[in-house]
């Protein structure tokens, strides 16, 4: 036999030892997890929570209030008044609290109602009215005829993710 080959054998074997090792450690380490470890003792390894601030246990009360994004809406087009008429692509977001199931359900149940509502708005005004009206106040009233149709909860806050006059 020649070295390279009485060097490749030794290599082969010296593998399927560290193999072997490896699965008896991780088979020892399992039935310790499982079976002879105390089920009430404290973990053995923690994350430093301090260091990892999406996982910190202090919660920030201002993401507590309203920690969802309501983006049920999607994208719609809205022809406007104008002759000929413009199209107006939008996509209209607000956040609210994901805890008020009651509140969601009915977000949910009434995405239809909250489309035609603003559509209604955008398709009763020319394209130069909408900009020239300052954007929060088109919000304002978005938010106000929404507002007028929920009863489990208010939305505060409205953003446009797209807002786009097409000619």
Same mark, same amino acid.
């Given at each position: 036999?020649?070295?390279?080959?009485?060097?490749?054998?030794?290599?082969?074997?010296?593998?399927?030892?560290?193999?072997?090792?490896?699965?008896?450690?991780?088979?020892?380490?399992?039935?310790?997890?499982?079976?002879?470890?105390?089920?009430?003792?404290?973990?053995?390894?923690?994350?430093?929570?301090?260091?990892?601030?999406?996982?910190?246990?202090?919660?920030?009360?201002?993401?507590?209030?309203?920690?969802?994004?309501?983006?049920?809406?999607?994208?719609?087009?809205?022809?406007?008044?104008?002759?000929?008429?413009?199209?107006?692509?939008?996509? *209209? !977001?607000?956040? +609210?609290? #994901?805890?008020?199931? @009651?509140? =969601?359900?009915?977000?949910?149940?009434?995405?239809?109602?909250?489309?035609? *509502? !603003?559509?209604? +708005?955008? #398709?009763?005004?020319? @394209?130069? =009215?909408?900009?020239?009206?300052?954007?929060?106040?088109?919000?304002?009233? *978005?938010?106000?005829? +929404?507002?007028?149709?929920?009863?489990?909860?208010?939305?505060?806050?409205?953003?446009?993710?797209?807002?786009?006059?097409?000619?």
């Amino acid at each position: 036999m020649t070295l390279l080959s009485k060097l490749g054998r030794f290599l082969y074997r010296v593998l399927w030892v560290l193999v072997l090792l490896l699965i008896l450690v991780l088979a020892g380490v399992t039935v310790y997890a499982l079976v002879l470890r105390n089920p009430g003792a404290p973990p053995l390894y923690t994350l430093p929570t301090r260091m990892i601030p999406a996982f910190s246990r202090k919660e920030k009360p201002e993401l507590r209030a309203m920690d969802g994004m309501f983006t049920g809406i999607g994208r719609f087009r809205v022809v406007t008044a104008d002759k000929p008429p413009m199209t107006i692509v939008i996509s *209209i !977001a607000f956040p +609210y609290q #994901s805890e008020d199931r @009651a509140f =969601a359900e009915e977000l949910d149940s009434k995405v239809q109602d909250l489309r035609n *509502i !603003a559509s209604a +708005y955008f #398709s009763a005004h020319t @394209a130069e =009215a909408l900009r020239e009206t300052n954007e929060s106040l088109i919000k304002a009233e *978005i938010v106000r005829r +929404y507002n007028a149709l929920l009863h489990l909860g208010q939305i505060e806050v409205l953003y446009f993710h797209d807002f786009m006059i097409i000619e």
